[in-house]
């Protein structure tokens, strides 16, 4: 079982930032994609932003393009999401997830991963 535990989330003013974590506690997260997505009430899930393994790659939603920059810490078997300039329609739960397909590329449809850690909120307001 490829387990996720998301943490990081809270309470912050419009225009502040969170720093998202996403940690593997027992398999290591190097070689595999790993996404962070968000789910507001009422609304879908949506894809925020991805990472490759190897290359490296990212992709990120247009909502969020020159404010999250999501990164990798293989030595700690983290990844993160740095939130920055959060506005109130940032405000959701949000998961990681992995495909847990060895050395694929990242994509931001939910449908193409497989194992979801537990969601932290994020709640943007004054």
């Known amino acids: 079982q490829m387990q996720l535990v998301a943490s990081g989330g809270g309470l912050v003013q419009p225009g502040g930032s969170l720093r998202l974590s996403c940690v593997a506690p027992r398999w290591t997260l190097d070689r595999y994609s790993v996404g962070w997505f968000r789910q507001a009430p009422g609304k879908e899930r949506e894809g925020v932003s991805c990472?490759?393994?190897?290359?490296?790659?990212?992709h990120y939603a247009e909502s969020v393009k020159g404010r999250f920059t999501i990164s990798r810490d293989n030595a700690k078997n983290t990844v993160y999401l740095q939130m920055n300039s959060l506005k109130p329609e940032d405000t959701a739960v949000y998961y990681c997830a992995t495909d847990g397909l060895y050395g694929s590329s990242c994509g931001l449809g939910a449908y193409e991963y497989n194992y979801w850690g537990q969601g932290t909120q994020v709640t943007v307001s004054s």
């Open positions: 990472v490759s393994p190897i290359d490296g790659d990212t």
